[in-house]
């Protein structure tokens, strides 16, 4: 199979995010492994002073969020050339504490063609490059976190 014929999707959602639905998605007959990260809602944030969270409202410009998505996705296949399938996807909305906020899944044929390294990879440039903006809900008010990356031209 060519890169372009492998399973990969890439999606900003206000729906549950389904892992078992995904990973049918991008598993083939030869896949023995997938990994997966997936990043949720804290109900107490230690950035800064340790506080509570009633709930996250996650924003993003879609259209450029998914062509980021893209990237990540392309990004991965060029560094890791085994990996089988991907999913990256990230839901916007209100989010609860214990809520998933976003997924992070590569499959291969085996544990230890760098599938781990892949996914963990895909999360970090996420957060580099893909734009969705995250307002944190508490008792004490509200307040946009911000990442500590600012893109490059080009990226």
């Known amino acids: 199979m060519t890169a372009s014929e492998l399973p990969t999707i890439y999606s900003i ?3 549950e995010i389904d892992l078992n639905d995904l990973l049918e998605k991008i598993t083939l007959t030869s896949t023995g492994a997938a990994a997966i990260f997936t990043g949720m809602v804290r109900g107490v944030t230690t950035r800064g002073d340790a506080h509570e969270t009633e709930y996250l409202e996650y ?12 990237q990540v996705a392309d990004e991965i296949r060029e560094r ?3 990996i089988e ?11 609860y504490p214990k809520t998933p906020t976003v ?4 499959t291969a044929a085996h544990r230890d063609t ?8 895909g999360i970090d440039r996420l957060k580099e490059i893909v734009p969705v903006w995250k307002k944190e809900i508490g ?6 976190v911000e990442g500590d990356y ?3 031209p080009g990226e």
């Open 13 to 15: 959602t206000e729906s």
């Open 59 to 70: 924003e993003s410009y879609v259209p450029m969020a998914e062509a980021k998505m893209k």
């Open 80 to 82: 890791w050339p085994v």
């Open 85 to 95: 399938g991907i999913a990256v996807v990230q839901r916007i909305g209100k989010l």
């Open 103 to 106: 997924l992070i899944a590569c």
């Open 114 to 121: 760098g599938v781990f390294d892949a996914a963990r990879y």
């Open 139 to 144: 008792p004490n008010g509200q307040e946009w």
């Open 150 to 152: 600012i893109p490059k």
